[in-house]
């Protein structure tokens, strides 16, 4: 039993139990979707090295489904071309690691999941390196996380520290973060 009680409440019968009970500390994303839902907007995810656990950790709290519109893993880089609309040239020239790519990924993720002929309210978008071993000399941990807006873009770089799982886990925890930041 907890040791915090509210005040008896005169509707509730006598041997109703009355306790105030704290779920704990919330999670950046249910603090991310009960704002987007707070909002009425919708949210799309483009994600490269994440893999899926930037969508995942949306999908993972109750009521997401009002406000996530769907999410994208575009892990070949030809994918974030054909289908998050990111320049090919820019891709040619600086690969699909660069914070031009995420910024393009996230408007792109946008337009890929909107409804209607409108984009979704908000994209988030993560390319990087995980590791072990960096395809194209950048340090492993580079990491460019962006979202997109119907006001603006905002992409963060980042070199990230640890093995492969911590990295990719740091990315979708500082993706959640900056979309709830630009809320």
């Not at 509707?11 to 909002?39: N, Y």
Request: net charge negative; glycine share 12%.
């Amino acid at each position: 039993m907890s040791p915090f009680r509210s005040a008896p409440d005169p509707d509730l019968p006598d041997d109703a139990e009355q306790t105030l009970v704290s779920g704990g500390r919330r999670s950046q994303a249910e603090l991310l979707v009960e704002r987007l839902r707070e909002l009425g907007w919708t949210v799309g995810v483009a994600e490269s090295l994440t893999g899926g656990l930037v969508i995942s950790s949306l999908v993972a709290v109750p009521g997401a489904s009002a406000v996530v519109r769907g999410g994208i893993v575009a892990y070949a880089t030809d994918l974030k071309q054909s289908l998050l609309g990111v320049d090919a040239l820019l891709l040619e020239a600086h690969g699909p690691v660069h914070e031009r790519v995420a910024r393009q990924m996230a408007r792109g993720v946008r337009n890929a999941v909107g409804a209607a002929g409108l984009p979704a309210d908000i994209g988030i978008a993560t390319t990087g390196i995980a590791g072990p071993d960096s395809p194209d000399g950048q340090p492993v941990g580079t990491v460019h996380v962006a979202v997109s807006t119907s006001l603006g873009s905002r992409v963060e770089s980042l070199v990230l520290q640890g093995d492969r799982e911590q990295i990719r886990n740091a990315a979708a925890v500082h993706a959640v973060s900056l979309a709830l930041d630009a809320l």
